[in-house]
C-alpha cells in the first residue's frame, strides 16, 4: 500500500515538473508584444524562409505581408535592448535601421491601402525590392535567425533553473 502511494506521489511530481517546462518552451518573441498578431508568430517562425516568402500575387496577400512585416518591425524596434547582446556586428547593425525600415513599411502601407488594387501591378514591384533591400541587402533575414535562437532562450534558462528543483524532488 505504502509503495503504491509513493509511486502516485512520484508521477504527480514528475507530471507537475514536465507540465511547467512544456509551458516554459512554448514562450516566443512575439507573445509580450502588444498588438501583434499570432499570425505573425507562425509566420515568421515556421513559413518564412526568405523574402521570396513575402512576395505577393494580389492585392489581398500585399495587404496582409506589408502587415506581417510591419508587426515585425514593431515587434524588434520593442525588443532591440533585449536582441542586441545576443546579435553579432552584422544583426547589431541591421537592427540599428528598424526604426528606418519601419518608416519605410509603413509609409508604403498607406500607399497601398490608398491606391488599392489599381496599382497593384506596380505596388507589387515596389514591394518585392523593398523586401529584397530590408531583409537581404538589408540584414533582416539574420536578424529573423537571431528571433529563433532567442526564442529557444527562455526553455533553456527555465530548464536550468528547474534542475535543482528536480534534483530535490527525485534524489533526495
Known amino acids: 500500500m505504502e509503495m503504491a502511494i509513493q509511486s502516485v506521489v512520484m508521477f504527480v511530481k514528475v507530471s507537475a515538473v514536465l507540465v511547467l517546462l512544456a509551458v516554459s518552451a512554448h514562450a516566443g518573441f512575439f507573445d509580450d508584444i502588444q498588438g501583434v498578431s499570432s499570425d505573425v508568430g507562425n509566420f515568421f517562425s515556421n513559413q518564412f524562409q526568405n523574402a521570396k516568402d513575402l512576395f505577393s500575387n494580389n492585392q489581398s496577400e500585399l495587404d496582409k505581408n506589408v502587415e506581417r512585416v510591419k508587426e515585425l518591425l514593431t515587434g524588434l524596434k520593442e525588443k532591440v535592448k533585449s536582441l542586441e547582446p545576443l546579435a553579432n556586428d552584422a544583426q547589431k547593425e541591421t537592427l540599428k535601421k528598424v526604426d528606418e525600415y519601419l518608416a519605410k513599411v509603413t509609409e508604403f502601407q ?42 529557444s532562450a527562455p526553455s533553456s534558462f527555465i530548464s536550468a533553473a528547474l534542475a535543482p528543483i528536480f534534483y530535490m524532488i527525485f534524489v533526495r
Open 110 to 151: 498607406s500607399e497601398v491601402k490608398e491606391e488599392g488594387a489599381a496599382k497593384f501591378e506596380e505596388n507589387k514591384g515596389k514591394w518585392q525590392q523593398m523586401v529584397t533591400d530590408i531583409f537581404d541587402k538589408g540584414g533582416l533575414n539574420n536578424v529573423v535567425k537571431l528571433l529563433g535562437l532567442q526564442n
